[in-house]
């Protein structure tokens, strides 16, 4: 008896690796991906972690041209962010390292996460600092995320869509401040399709804590010195010529005066020109009427 034919096994044929390719992202798929950011409950409150992060990138982009930071230069930063405008945590320990969860866990379209030796690290890790610090976890923005902030106009509304979503008014000017975001400078560079570090200058990091704790947190002129936990409350930094109108980023002798009932920032624009350089804290509030010294 003759055998039959033998049966025909399938060929399977090894596909040839591509490199990978970074997708470009349109302005309106950022924002949408920043709408739609996961966040974790702590009791009933959603947690702010990932904005807080997300935030504190975009004023080291603003700053540096740069989103990348290693978790050893973000943890203090970030943290500080978090217990200041999320939910407390009652062990001091936690409180350090609270900046670990976001920067695991942020959504990795937008976040590229790798450890010292380059290798991707997965958002299923321990979100834990020793685990971190131990393999040198260093983050950074996509580059297409990059791509599109480097436009200042859509930078500015990242950082609006994140402040509005998850934060009131108040702690959202205080959240600008406290990452060194200037984002009503960022919409005038926007508008004029020019880039703010050519017709503004970057604004040095560091400037308005430096001049309030020259002032010891007080306003220049009233006295006013409210705050919300370690951060003033409607008192700020200001040039008499503002940084928007190539005021200069330095502190110099400022000059004290009263408000009237208007906001005491406003004084600055009716400063002599000799004045123009100086800078001093002013409260943003209306006041009561009092008497010019």
């Known amino acids: 008896m ?8 399938p060929v399977f044929r090894a596909e040839r690796p591509q490199s990978w390719q970074p997708r470009l992202m349109t302005r309106d798929e950022l924002l949408a991906q920043l709408a739609g950011l996961r966040r974790a409950r702590i009791g009933q409150v959603r947690a702010p972690h990932k904005p807080l992060l997300l935030l504190w990138l975009f004023g080291q982009f603003a700053a540096t041209g740069s989103s990348q930071a290693s978790y050893q230069q973000a943890e203090a930063p970030v943290s500080q962010l978090i217990n200041e405008f999320g939910p407390p945590v009652a062990s001091a320990a936690l409180a350090r390292q609270r900046a670990a969860m976001p920067f695991v866990h942020l959504e990795r379209e937008l976040w590229d996460l790798r450890d010292a030796t380059g290798n991707e690290i997965a958002p299923d890790v321990p979100a834990r600092r020793a685990w971190l610090l131990d393999r040198g976890a260093v983050g950074r923005l996509r580059p297409a995320v990059e791509q599109l902030l480097a436009d200042p106009a859509t930078l500015a509304a990242a950082a609006r869509l994140l402040l509005d979503l998850h934060f009131t008014p108040v702690l959202a000017d ?62 700020e930094a200001a040039h008499v010529r503002w940084h928007s109108q190539q005021g200069p980023t330095r502190s110099r002798t400022p000059w004290p005066s009263a408000p009237s009932t208007t906001p005491c920032s406003t004084w600055a624009s009716w400063a002599s020109p000799r004045t123009a350089g100086s800078a001093y804290p002013a409260c943003t509030s209306p006041g009561p009427k009092l008497a010019r010294p």
């Open 174 to 235: 205080l959240i600008c401040a406290a990452v060194d975001l200037d984002v009503p400078a960022l919409d005038l560079a926007g508008t004029e399709r020019v880039s703010w570090t050519v017709q503004l200058g970057p604004r040095r990091r560091g400037f308005a804590e430096e001049v309030l704790r020259a002032y010891a947190y007080q306003c220049a002129m009233c006295g006013f010195d409210g705050a919300l936990g370690h951060y003033p409350v409607a008192i």
């Open 2 to 9: 003759m055998p039959g034919p033998r049966p025909r096994l």
